[in-house]
């Protein structure tokens, strides 16, 4: 490249970034001009040509058309470009050993039903028991009582219950840890399952040789007071998506050992499971503090 040609494209850059200088909000101008700089570094190391922009107008504006209020292409985009998981990343600093977080998926629903210590979440989904049990703690060591822990997943159709379209509540729950900051309850053995992929993001990850495939997952959410909100998942061992998860959300101390338990092993409950087979698994978590607690500030 010319050193005449290099001087112009540097040039704009900084005429872009500058009309920016006037910005009132500190935080809004710090983002503008560190995408101005970003983007155009882009543009000028791919060479990108003037089809190529095109391509990439096309592609957002279909992006746009496929959103709705039951769908958000555009965060689906985020996701598979892993941005969805490294904004996860950045405002979940890493504490001691905080249990880590991840993606939050598109599927949570506000409103799921209570259930008590040891029941099921399960109700019309379709798939294998699974008992999940464990204890939640603060970053000091010390049981947290009465945490709430939201818990939704897919069924063994690889479907949440609002993917159905009709009003069934099924495999989501709430529940509360004991005094002793145990919980225990019923779920269905995870399984894979493909993210949307009959619009612009699916043919995104089609041309790019990449598989829609979402690595078997349980979600969690646990709130607790002077805690950090956790959005987390745990994953199945020996899933072989573990590797290749389209969202980037894997982990690897959210892999479980979900062990199988024949139809004749009974169950720690007494639970009559009507001769099936069932899973169980084990998931200590670990709360980081709330950075605008006092206790968060006392405990450094």
């Not at 959103?67 to 950045?90: H, K, N, P, Y």
């Not at 294998?128 to 000091?140: H, K, S, Y």
């Not at 225990?184 to 089609?206: C, E, K, M, N």
Request: contains cysteine; hydrophobic residues 35%.
């Amino acid at each position: 490249m010319s050193t005449e040609q290099e001087s112009r494209e540097a040039q704009l850059v900084d005429r872009v970034v500058a009309s920016f200088d006037d910005t009132p909000d500190p935080r809004l101008r710090h983002l503008m001009q560190a995408l101005t700089r970003h983007l155009h570094a882009f543009v000028r190391e791919v060479r990108l040509t003037e089809q190529e922009w095109q391509q990439a107008i096309q592609f957002l504006t279909a992006t746009g058309h496929m959103t709705d209020d039951r769908r958000q292409e555009f965060i689906l985009l985020s996701d598979v470009l892993g941005a969805s998981m490294q904004t996860v990343t950045v405002n979940n600093q890493a504490y001691g050993d905080a249990t880590e977080a991840t993606v939050f998926g598109p599927f949570f629903v506000e409103g799921s039903p209570h259930i008590p210590h040891g029941g099921d979440i399960a109700g019309s989904a379709s798939g294998q028991p699974c008992l999940v049990e464990g204890t939640v703690r603060d970053a000091a060591g010390k049981p947290v009582p009465n945490a709430r822990i939201e818990v939704w997943e897919a069924d063994d159709e690889g479907f949440y219950d609002v993917q159905y379209g009709d009003d069934r509540v099924a495999a989501r729950g709430h529940l509360h840890t004991d005094t002793d900051g145990t919980y225990r309850f019923w779920a269905i053995q995870p399984t894979p399952y493909p993210i949307p992929h009959d619009g612009p993001v699916g043919r995104l990850l089609s041309a790019t040789g990449r598989s829609p495939m979402r690595a078997s997952h349980l979600h969690f959410l646990v709130e607790a007071p002077e805690c950090r909100t956790l959005v987390t998942h745990i994953f199945v061992r020996g899933d072989a998506l573990l590797t290749s998860d389209s969202v980037f959300g894997v982990r690897d101390s959210l892999v479980k050992d979900f062990e199988p338990q024949p139809a004749t092993t009974p169950t720690p409950d007494g639970r009559d499971l009507n001769g099936q087979p069932w899973s169980r698994v084990r998931f200590d978590i670990v709360l980081a503090p709330d950075p605008g607690s006092r206790s968060s500030t006392l405990g450094g």
